[in-house]
């Protein structure tokens, strides 16, 4: 059974680049569509992009500018970078991975991060 | 960019009655790529259904899910206490993968 975990610092400044990981247990990245999506408080969900297990990557146009979604196969997680952030990237942002033509039918437990000075 | 609109905002019903969820495609979507999604507060999303119609893993039968095309439906055949929740559509045919905006699937 795969299992993902998110990490990371729960409260960012603006301005500054949020850091996220996801650690893979139970299977390996090395196939599959790995990727991050977000939830405002007490709103809708958002994808933010994916990384192939390839190393090609998708990202979401209204954020494109500012992601960035890496691998590290060697210790089976991947990462997000989300720069020059604001209030409004403040989210529970939860890794996810997409089985064959399944949608996202594994989820980490998510991760809080706040966007304050 | 697929929209995916998702209908009514919030349904009250009553422990054993029928749900009947509506998500509705800004363009034709393969049946292949639409799921449906339950959020219950504090956890994440729980996959429901695949490729309109496939229930994944553990999922109960009183789940089911129909459609084609722009048109797609989640049914809750009798409603038990655990199932009220937040329901999501998503595709996954065409990137940017989207999301509806939900149902909110309240006890009456």
């Known amino acids: 059974q795969v299992q993902l975990q998110e990490s990371g610092p729960g409260l960012v400044k603006p301005s500054e680049t949020l850091s996220l990981t996801c650690t893979v247990s139970g299977g390996s990245i090395s196939s599959y569509y790995w990727s991050w999506i977000r939830q405002p408080p007490g709103k809708g969900l958002e994808w933010i992009g994916y990384?192939?297990?390839?190393?090609?990557?998708n990202y979401n146009p209204s954020l494109k500018s500012r992601v960035t979604i890496s691998a590290d196969t060697s210790k089976n997680q991947f990462s997000l970078k989300l720069t020059s952030v604001t209030a409004a990237d403040t989210a529970v942002y939860y890794c996810?991975?997409?089985?064959?033509?399944?949608?996202?039918?594994?989820w980490g437990q998510g991760t809080l991060v706040t966007v304050s000075s | 960019e697929i929209v995916l609109t998702q209908s009514p905002g919030t349904l009250s019903l009553s422990p054993g009655e029928r749900a009947t969820l509506s998500c509705r495609a800004s363009?034709?979507?393969?049946?292949?790529?639409l799921a449906w999604y339950q959020q219950k507060p504090g956890q994440a999303p729980r996959l429901l259904i695949y490729?309109?119609?496939t229930r994944a893993t553990g999922i109960p039968d009183r789940f089911s899910g129909s459609g084609s095309g722009t048109d797609f439906t989640l049914t809750v055949s009798r409603l038990e206490p655990e199932d009220f929740a937040v329901y999501y559509c998503?595709?996954?045919?065409?990137?940017?993968?989207?999301f509806g905006q939900g149902t909110k699937l309240e006890i009456k």
């Open positions: 490729g309109a119609s």
């Open positions: 363009q034709s979507l393969s049946s292949r790529y």
């Open positions: 996810a991975v997409e089985g064959d033509y399944m949608g996202f039918d594994h």
């Open positions: 990384i192939y297990y390839s190393g090609s990557t």
């Open positions: 998503q595709q996954y045919g065409s990137a940017p993968y989207t």
